[in-house]
Structure formats: structure tokens, C-alpha cells
């Protein structure tokens, strides 16, 4: 069974997610005030929440390239809390407000992206699931940036621009189609997946070309239902296998617990 993967180079990754993390300034540089206070499809979350968000983890994977017992702190506290571990920075920033918060992501997505270039090669990356290889934690840097800022637009009521980072998501999404099933207290799938994405005029394979399990559809929908920024019936993704048609339930390519998803 033949296995197909994407083929990518650090750099570029690097261009790429500096080139979405701009964006996402520039939005936010249009904003007014009160802009920062209207509420996404993320129940509870305000723009400003998100931004928060994006911003403090940043910082979290910084903290795991440079000074890895404060990163195990901080996984610690997310892994025992009792209460939602979401609460202590979203607080924070509620009360710093819009200025720190936009200062705060452009600093230390400034300040991680360089810590991704000084990054010796071989680096393994510890984050709240299994240590990644660099290039994977850049990647998984890139979906927080892409499916985090889909809420943005979607809370100011805005269409976005095609990201071509999105093959980068398809093949995360690809990649944790085990772990969905696992954060899900699911079986593990004994069958492989593929995907068959139409992206413009062509068509994306990723995976095991002779998957039982197959999933067909636009690039951007895959990207949305793995990110949990949309229900899979909102979006015209086929699936093929009781397998993959379980995952359009649950697919999750983070790695933190389980989300709620979008109804």
C-alpha cells in the first residue's frame, strides 16, 4: 500500500506561516474597539479571546523550544486542572484588552518565528500530545493560525482569500485520523484513510492509496472539518467506510482534549 505524502522544506514553512501570521496583523489593524468584542462561532469566544489565544500559545511553544521545565509547567497545569485551562489566559487578556493583546501576538509570533530558525535540524518538539519533528510543529503553528483566524472573519462577517497553507492542514488532518478516534475514547480505526481533495483544477491525494476508508471534497472543506470550524453538514465532503464516516463526526487535528465543534 503506497503511502502519499506532501513534500515541503522548513524555510518555506517558515515564509508560509510568517506570511499568515501578517495577515492576521493587518486584519486586526483594521479593527475598531468594539470590533474585538463581537463573538465568534467558538461558543464564549470574542476576537479578542482568540487573539489571546493565538498569542499565549505562541509563547507556550516558544517556552518548549528554549526553556523546556517551563513548558512542563505549564503542560502540568493544563493536564491536572480541574477547571477549564483555557480560563487563566483568556482572563488575562479579557483584562489587558485589545492594545496589549494585538502587541502581544505580534511579538511573540515574532519571537517564535525566530526560534523556528534557529532551530538545529533533527529538533524534536514537545507539545500536549506526542513530541513532534519541526517541521510538524510549524505546521501545527500554521493550523492554529489559519482555523483560529477563520473565526476572526467569521465574527466580523467577512470571506477570506484561499491560504495555499491549507495542504499543510489536509495533511495534518490526515496525519491525526487515529487520534481523533483515540481524544474521542473510540476503538482504533483498523483501516487506513485517504483523501481525494479538489483544489481549483486539481486533485490532492493524501494518505493510502488503497485506503478502504476515502474521503472526497473541496481542500477547504477538509480543512474546516478537521480544525472543527464547521459541521460536516455544512460542507460536501463523501466518505467512504463506516471508518471515515465516523471521522467526518469527530475529526480533530489538535492535540489538546475534545472540542465542541460547530452545530
Not at 57 to 80: A, C, G, N, P, R
Not at 204 to 223: K, R
Amino acid at each position: 500500500m503506497t503511502l502519499k505524502t506532501l513534500s515541503y522544506d522548513t524555510e518555506t514553512l517558515i515564509e508560509d506561516i510568517s506570511n499568515l501570521g501578517n495577515k492576521i496583523y493587518n486584519l486586526l489593524e483594521s479593527l475598531d474597539k468594539k470590533d474585538w468584542f463581537k463573538t465568534t462561532f467558538a461558543e464564549g469566544w470574542t476576537i479578542l479571546d482568540t487573539v489571546g489565544h493565538l498569542a499565549f500559545f505562541d509563547k507556550v511553544m516558544q517556552s518548549s523550544l528554549k526553556d523546556h521545565v517551563d513548558f512542563e509547567k505549564i503542560k502540568s497545569t493544563f493536564m491536572t486542572s480541574s477547571e477549564d485551562p483555557m480560563k487563566i489566559h483568556l482572563d488575562y487578556y479579557r483584562l489587558k484588552g485589545p492594545e496589549i493583546t494585538q502587541f502581544d501576538f505580534k511579538e511573540n509570533s515574532n519571537n517564535l518565528l525566530g526560534s523556528f530558525l534557529n532551530c538545529p535540524d533533527g529538533t524534536l518538539v514537545d507539545w500536549f500530545g506526542p513530541a513532534m519533528k519541526l517541521d510538524t510543529a510549524i505546521i501545527s503553528r500554521i493550523m492554529e493560525y489559519w482555523a483560529h483566524s477563520q473565526d476572526i472573519y467569521d465574527g466580523l462577517n467577512l470571506l477570506r482569500e484561499r491560504e495555499k497553507s491549507l495542504i499543510y492542514i489536509a495533511e495534518l488532518g490526515v496525519k491525526t485520523f487515529k487520534w481523533s478516534f483515540f481524544i474521542s475514547g473510540l476503538e482504533e480505526p483498523k483501516e487506513k484513510l485517504l483523501v481525494n481533495l479538489t483544489d481549483n483544477d486539481r486533485v490532492v491525494s493524501i494518505g493510502h492509496t488503497e485506503a478502504v476508508n476515502i474521503i472526497e471534497g473541496p481542500l477547504e472543506d477538509f480543512c474546516l472539518l478537521v480544525t472543527q470550524r464547521r459541521n460536516r453538514r455544512n460542507l460536501s465532503l463523501t466518505a467512504y467506510g463506516k471508518e471515515a464516516d465516523t471521522f467526518l463526526d469527530i475529526a480533530q487535528c489538535f492535540a489538546g482534549s475534545k472540542g465542541s465543534g460547530r452545530s
